[in-house]
T-cell receptor
Framework: DTAVSQTPKYLVTQMGNDKSIKCEQN?????MYWYKQDSKKFLKIMFS???????INETVPNRFSPKSPDKAHLNLHINSLELGDSAVYFC????????????FGSGTQLSVL | GQQVMQIPQYQHVQEGEDFTTYCNSS?????IQWYKQRPGGHPVFLIQ?????EVKKQKRLTFQFGEAKKNSSLHITATQTTDVGTYFC???????????FGTGTRLKVLA
């Protein structure tokens, strides 16, 4: 069983569309994250939820809206997609303490045309 | 805010050569983690260092945490083609759930 699973793996869409990425973890972790990896491989944190509560919200356009229906799921909805949104989006989970490792999903490659 | 820089950004080595990547933080760290991301893959946790001056080994990989807990290094002895990928250090911000990832070092190993 995959510990952190994301869907879809690839997402190709037109500018202006709205899309969602889903993430689920079966590790029993309290904390989940969204990271964005650009073409230079930089990994930037976007959001984090702890027990369904938003605890980290980096400087991300409000076109991006995370939702956590329960602590095992964290989805990312993106409105009015722009070319600059093209990247790989990784979901991750952890126990929520600063000395605990992160488990990453396999990533969603988003291409905005 | 806290920044974590890694050098070099890229490194090409011949198979069998050694490789080192360095990670530097602008602030003192409570601990540091290292991750490896294979091409097309996702970051995978390698190790965590907590104590000042700590050295840990995993087969051909040696990890070190600086005495001042502001820098760290990863050294690979006798690289193999399976070592190809991007190596990230990550600094969990003390007292928060936030992990700042370093800028990464992309390693290519030429057979």
């Amino acid at each position: 069983d995959t510990a952190v699973s994301q869907t879809p793996k690839y997402l190709v869409t037109q500018m202006g569309n709205d899309k969602s990425i889903k993430c689920e973890q079966n590790l029993g972790h309290d904390t989940m994250y969204w990271y964005k990896q650009d073409s230079k491989k930089f990994l930037k944190i976007m959001f984090s939820y702890n027990n369904k509560e938003l605890i980290i919200n980096e400087t991300v356009p409000n076109r991006f809206s995370p939702k956590s229906p329960d602590k095992a799921h964290l989805n990312l909805h993106i409105n009015s997609l722009e070319l600059g949104d093209s990247a790989v989006y990784f979901c991750a989970s952890g126990k929520g303490r600063s000395n605990e490792k992160l488990f990453f999903g396999s990533g969603t490659q988003l291409s905005v045309l | 805010g806290q920044q974590v820089m890694q050098i070099p950004q890229y490194q090409h080595v011949q198979e069998g050569e050694d490789f080192t990547t360095y990670c530097n933080s602008s602030t003192t760290l409570s601990n540091i983690q290292w991750y490896k991301q294979r091409p097309g893959g996702h970051p995978v946790f390698l190790i965590q260092l907590v104590k000042s001056g700590e050295v840990k080994k995993q087969k051909r990989l040696t990890f070190q945490f600086g005495e001042a807990k502001k820098n760290s290094s990863l050294h690979i002895t006798a690289t193999q083609t399976t070592d190809v990928g991007t190596y990230f250090c990550a600094a969990p911000t003390s007292g928060t759930y936030k992990y700042i990832f370093g800028t990464g070092t992309r390693l290519k190993v030429l057979a």
